[in-house]
């Protein structure tokens, strides 16, 4: 199986127990996580050839973040080592019709403030098939955008293909800042993954008919979405998440692939979530997608692998995905009932 290569920030997540709110918590639960992190934990579970790139503080709060990854087999070895500080999301989890709450305290972090001679690009890709990064890390600051920019121009110099998750976070940057760098990036990119508010949010373009706060999709409208980021930057390919958000507890849960190629459109099936842990659902997905498009999975077979992963994901507790290929194709060839295995 060929190499696959993610480039992000690793934080510290730190949340109450339970459900209990910030107010009125009086210890956290600390563990890691990031976007382009849980990607790489998700393909090293289904036994890919996975290698996260950062930069981490050499210090032990920096080795305990590494050791997050190797315990699940991700490649650490190109980890820059330097910095001050891992930086940290509190995350509290919200239930029923109360929302999650994510703060972020990530300034000044080494990433955050690593230059682009921090990395050598054309070392990395030795020998990798596939680059994902997602519009979080060049939300970072322009210099981290510029590191964005020099691994995407050695991955197409090396031939490889490259995936972005658009994932616009409002915390971290504007939408007109969002929408100079992005469509800079997503030149370079194969396959696009975005949601029902990203492809809105970045460039403007929106589904027709549907409220995505009181859980109303509309699937000709995200047809059309895909079809115009399709045209706009020559993706290959267009994966679009379609999430049902009916209370913070329970939601919908499906998705829709494009080729750009063939004109044709795949929905997945649609999962009623009873959600333990929504954070990392999207990141999950997109693990699902790369295992399936490398692995040379027919477009609905790929749209139905992603999506059951990702289902998944929303009973497991912490940002990474831990569940194997058998787990996931189980659920996407239709067993979802959760009876016991003896």
Request: charged share 25%; aromatic share 10%; with cysteine.
């Amino acid at each position: 199986m060929g190499r696959v290569v993610t480039f992000g920030e690793l934080m510290i997540r730190l949340q109450p127990y339970n459900y209990e709110r910030f107010v009125q918590a009086d210890r956290l639960e600390f563990s890691f996580g990031g976007g382009e992190a849980n990607v790489a934990v998700s393909l090293a579970n289904y036994g890919m050839d996975a290698a996260y790139v950062t930069k981490l503080p050499a210090h032990t709060i920096g080795q305990c973040a590494v050791n997050s990854l190797r315990r699940y087999g991700v490649d650490t070895s190109m980890i820059v080592r330097g910095g001050d500080r891992v930086g940290i999301y509190f995350n509290e989890k919200g239930a029923s019709q109360r929302g999650s709450v994510c703060i972020y305290d990530r300034a000044h972090s080494a990433i955050q403030e690593a230059a682009a001679t921090d990395f050598d690009w054309d070392a990395i890709f030795e020998g990798a098939e596939w680059f994902h990064f997602t519009g979080i890390t060049p939300a970072l600051g322009p210099n981290v955008a510029e590191i964005c920019r020099e691994a995407c121009k050695a991955a197409k110099a090396k031939g490889v293909r490259i995936s972005c998750d658009l994932n616009y976070r409002g915390k971290l940057w504007t939408r007109e800042q969002a929408r100079e760098a992005m469509t800079d990036l997503c030149q370079y990119v194969d396959v696009c993954i975005s949601n029902e508010e990203d492809a809105k949010d970045v460039f403007g373009i929106e589904a027709e008919a549907t409220g995505i706060y009181a859980g109303a999709l509309n699937r000709e409208g995200y047809k059309s979405v895909a079809r115009q980021l399709a045209d706009r930057f020559g993706f290959e390919k267009v994966a679009i998440t379609l999430r049902e958000s009916r209370s913070a507890s329970d939601n919908g849960w499906s998705a829709m692939l494009y080729d750009a190629a063939t004109g044709e459109y795949c929905f997945s099936k649609k999962y009623e979530l009873h959600i333990i842990d929504r954070v990392g659902g999207g990141d999950s997905f997109g693990g699902g997608l790369i295992y399936s498009l490398m692995n040379g999975k027919s477009a609905q077979e790929a749209i139905e692998f992603a999506v059951a992963a990702s289902a998944l994901k929303h009973s497991i507790e912490g940002d990474y995905n831990m569940v194997t290929v058998s787990e996931v194709e189980k659920l996407a060839g239709g067993d979802g009932s959760g009876r016991i295995q003896r």
